[in-house]
C-alpha cells in the first residue's frame, strides 16, 4: 500500500502564514486556499508554522503537505460523501526546532495573509514572553517578534503590512489580538515607528463555523482500503461551512474566497452574523440537551431522530429565538434549517454531556437573550425556553455528593455534573429540602433565578417567570420529561 509521501502537489507561492496545524483550519483555511487554486483564482501556498512545542509538522512534511479531506454529512437536503486531497500546504515548520526558519519567512515578499487557529486561549497576554525568547511561548508573542522583523526587513514598507484573520473562538479576536501585539511592542521596547506600522496590518475580527471531525481512527481499515494509500493526516469534516470576515471588502479581492464560491461573509458589521450563530446553533444545543439527556438521550442525534425532542427544538428555534433577532427572517431560517441538517448528520457523534458542561453560563449567554427579549417584543413568555431552563433546574438538582463531584440521577443511573463549584454548591443548597410540593417548588424557582451570579440580573423581577418555572418543575416531576415536553410544545 502506498504512503502519501512521495509525489509533492503543485507548487504555488507561499503566500499565506498559517499558526496552527491541527485538524480545524486542515478542514477549512486550507481548503479553502486549495479550492481557489482548483478554480485558477488564487496562486499560493500556505507555510504552517506549529504553535506548540509538539505537533504534525514532520508528519506534514513526510507527506509533501498533502492530505485527504472526506466531508460527510447532509447539506441542502443531499447526502454529501466527497473527498479531496488537499494540496495548499507547501510546508512545515517548527519554530521550536528551527527558529531561524520561522523568522525567515518574514523576508518573503509574496506573503501576504496570516491566519491561525491556537485554541481560544491562544489570544492572551503572557508577561513571561520575551523578545529574545526562541520562540516566545505565546501565538502572540511569536507572531509580535515576526512582525518587527517584517517591518525591518522591508524598513517599514506599508505595501508589505499582512491580512491577519484569526479563526481561534473569542469574541472581536482580530482586535484582541493586536491589542496583545501593541503590549508586547511596548513592554519590549520596539519602538513608536513599529507600533504605528502596525497600522497598516489588517486585524480583522472572524466569525468561523465548521465541525471538523478530524482523524477518524475506528474508520481508517476501511477508509484506506477505499482510497488505496496510507494517509496518516486524514482529515474528516461536515460539509457545511460558514467564514464571517468583519473588513473592507476591497481586501476581498486579494484573498477571492466568496468568487471560489465559498460560503464567506465579507461585512462591516459582523455582530448579527455572531448573534445569529450563538442564538441559534449554540442556543439550540443548550436548549435541548438537558431535558434530551432527562429523557433518556445521549447524543444530538438521538435528539434529531426522536419525533417529540425534534418538535421542542423546531419550535424553539422558529417560533421563540428567530422572531428575536433583527436580520432578514428568509436568511435566519436558512440558517436553522441548515443548524438542523447539522445536528442530524450520522457520521458525528456529539454527546449531550459535553454540551451540558458548565450549563448555567451556557445558557447565561446563548439563550437568556432570547428569553428575555421575546418577552420585551411580545409580552408574553417564551414556553420552550422556559421549559429549558426548567429543565437546566432539575438537572442540577443533588441527588448525591461525594468527594466534591455533583452527581445527579436519570433512570435509575447517575451523571456527572460538571460547572464552576459555586453553582454547583448554590444549587445543593436550593434543592436540600424541596419535597416537590408546589410551595417548594416555586421557592426552588424564585431562589434560582433570583440568584444574579447565575445571570447576571435578578431574573426573578421578570413577570411570572418563577411561576412559569415552578409548573414546569411541577409538570416534569409528575408527568416526566418526555410527556411535559409534548404538553409544553402544544401550547
Partial sequence: MMIMKQKPGAKHPERVLQFGEGNFLRGFVDWMIHRMNQQGLYDGQAVVIQPIAEGLSDQINAQSGMYTLLLRGMLQGKMVDEADLITSIRRAINPYHDYKAFLHCALNPDLRIIVSNTTESGIAYDPKNQYYDAPPASFPGKLTVFLHKRFKAFQGDPAK???????????????????????????WGLGEDFIAWLDH???????????????????????????????????????????????????????????????????????????????????????????????????????????????????????????????????LESYANAVIERFANPFIHHHLLSIALNSVSKFKTRVLPSLLEYKQRTGNLPPI???????????????????????????????????????????????????????????????????????????????????????????????????????????
Fill in 201 to 331: 496590518n489588517h486585524f480583522l475580527n472572524t466569525l468561523v463555523d465548521r465541525i471538523v471531525t478530524g482523524y477518524p481512527k475506528e474508520e481508517m481499515k476501511q477508509l484506506t482500503a477505499r482510497f488505496g494509500y496510507v494517509d496518516h493526516l486524514f482529515n474528516t469534516a461536515e460539509p457545511f461551512h460558514l467564514w464571517v470576515i468583519e473588513g473592507d471588502t476591497r481586501l476581498a479581492e486579494e484573498f477571492p474566497l466568496t468568487q471560489a464560491g465559498l460560503n464567506v461573509i465579507w461585512t462591516d458589521n459582523m455582530t448579527p452574523y455572531r448573534t445569529r450563530k450563538v442564538r441559534i446553533l449554540n442556543g439550540a444545543h443548550t436548549m435541548t440537551v438537558l431535558a434530551a439527556y432527562l429523557a433518556g438521550k445521549d447524543t444530538v442525534k438521538e435528539c434529531m431522530d426522536d419525533k417529540c425532542i425534534s418538535a421542542f427544538m423546531n419550535k424553539g428555534l422558529f417560533e421563540e429565538i428567530i422572531p428575536t433577532l433583527d436580520l432578514p427572517r428568509d436568511e
Fill in 161 to 187: 503590512a499582512f491580512i491577519i484573520l484569526p479563526c481561534e473562538l473569542i469574541e472581536r479576536n482580530g482586535e484582541q489580538l493586536k491589542q496583545i501585539i501593541v503590549r508586547y511592542a511596548n513592554q
Fill in 385 to 491: 425556553l422556559c421549559f429549558s431552563l426548567a429543565a437546566l433546574i432539575l438537572f442540577y438538582r443533588e441527588a448525591r455528593f461525594e468527594n466534591g463531584v455533583h452527581y445527579g440521577e436519570r433512570n435509575g443511573g447517575s451523571y456527572k455534573i460538571q460547572d464552576d463549584a459555586p453553582h454547583l454548591e448554590r444549587f445543593r443548597e436550593i434543592w436540600s429540602d424541596c419535597d416537590n410540593s408546589p410551595a417548594a417548588l416555586r421557592r426552588v424557582a424564585k431562589q434560582v433565578l433570583a440568584h444574579e451570579p447565575f445571570w447576571g440580573v435578578d431574573l426573578d423581577a421578570t413577570e411570572g417567570l418563577s411561576e412559569r418555572i415552578a409548573d414546569a418543575l411541577a409538570l416534569m416531576l409528575a408527568e416526566g420529561i418526555t410527556e411535559a415536553m409534548k404538553q409544553t410544545i402544544r401550547e
